[in-house]
């Protein structure tokens, strides 16, 4: 039996999939803001778990198969089953709705963050603060298990105390690989943010200034093909993240719901270490671009923290705050109101 969820988003037509997956996209972008909760949001939350779910090598396989044998008599229909079965053509979709908006978007968060920086984390830490009741709200149990917030703790925080000053933006392939796979395990969760996970990494604005030069070496006839090569490989990690850690996300939600559910929420609080928004930028990794220059932005994850040293400094992070707290906060009540919906749809079916 199908959830409302999923009922609404299979009378979805192309183009307002991918309306859902510009929004879903301009969320992922953001650190803070879950493109999981934004899916529940809009409907679609279920049905993407669900075709996620059912990707595999397998179907690798079965998309790489020569596409010649759909138009042969008794071929082997083995490429159409599986996008059928993986409902491939709502993920394309909703991807492309996703990445079109990350592109078009990803010069005014790198701005932002150079110009502003302040403020705009500010603003994710009041996203981040509310978002933490939806991971507490999927709890049976909220006794000892809460131990399991430590180590989430501990890992976020952790990595921006231990990170070497050369680790942020890093240019190996390995690394784009494992930060595509392992950001997108939490891009497809409520409450978690994937590209929160890239800040974590000291990679988060590496990806960013990486997806500006290439839209600017397209737009001058001048691609950067180190560059294009390293996208491609996240793009890479991102499919096997989805094929193997979805999977394994999947079994511990099934397995130990309680305790994987505390160990986001302690993913959460430990972001707020990363993101207090006053910092010592100079304490920061120094990564420098093909000038010579210091890009500021990178020392975000790795900068030390401090208190605002004038009311003028605080007044515009504080308003920032309260603006993403109210943001943050109506979203969690209307998706509450959208899955309360749903399953009041549901018992109907």
Do not use: C
Not at 91 to 100: C, P
Not at 110 to 124: K, Q, V
Not at 179 to 201: C, D, E, F
């Amino acid at each position: 039996m199908n959830t409302s969820a999923d009922v609404s988003g299979k009378k979805d037509g192309f183009v307002l999939t991918f309306i859902k997956g510009l929004l879903i996209g301009i969320a992922n972008i953001i650190p803070g803001v879950s493109g999981g909760t934004f899916a529940l949001i809009l409907g679609v939350f279920h049905r993407l778990i669900n075709a996620l779910n059912g990707l595999s090598f397998e179907t690798v396989k079965s998309f790489l198969s020569p596409v010649v044998k759909l138009f042969r008599k008794n071929s082997d229909n083995t490429f159409l089953n599986e996008w059928r079965r993986t409902d491939a053509s709502f993920l394309i979709v909703l991807a492309l709705g996703a990445f079109a908006s990350i592109l078009s978007t990803s010069f005014l968060i790198d701005f932002l963050l150079r110009e502003h920086h302040a403020p705009t984390l500010a603003f994710f830490v009041g996203l981040i603060l509310p978002s933490i009741a939806i991971p507490w709200a999927m709890m049976k149990r909220h006794d000892i298990v809460v131990l399991w917030a430590i180590p989430g703790i501990i890992l976020t925080a952790g990595v921006s105390l231990i990170m070497p000053d050369g680790s942020a933006g890093s240019d190996n392939l390995l690394v784009a690989l494992a930060v595509g796979a392992v950001s997108v395990s939490a891009m497809i969760l409520p409450g978690l943010s994937g590209s929160y996970i890239l800040l974590v990494m000291g990679q988060y604005q590496n990806v960013i200034s990486k997806i500006i030069a290439v839209q600017r070496g397209l737009a001058s006839g001048n691609p950067e093909i180190n560059v294009i090569i390293w996208l491609v490989t996240l793009v890479i990690g991102i499919v096997a993240g989805i094929i193997i850690f979805a999977k394994f996300l999947s079994y511990l939600l099934k397995t130990f719901p309680n305790a994987t559910m505390m160990f986001l929420i302690g993913l959460l609080i430990g972001s707020l270490w990363i993101l207090w928004p006053f910092k010592n930028m100079d304490t920061g990794a120094s990564i420098k671009d093909k000038s010579g220059n210091v890009k500021q932005e990178i020392r975000i994850a790795t900068a030390s923290n401090r208190m605002p040293v004038s009311t003028a400094e605080a007044l515009p992070a504080g308003a920032a705050f309260f603006a993403g707290l109210i943001g943050s906060s109506g979203m969690i009540i209307l998706g509450k109101r959208m899955d309360n919906s749903g399953k009041s749809s549901n018992k109907n079916i």
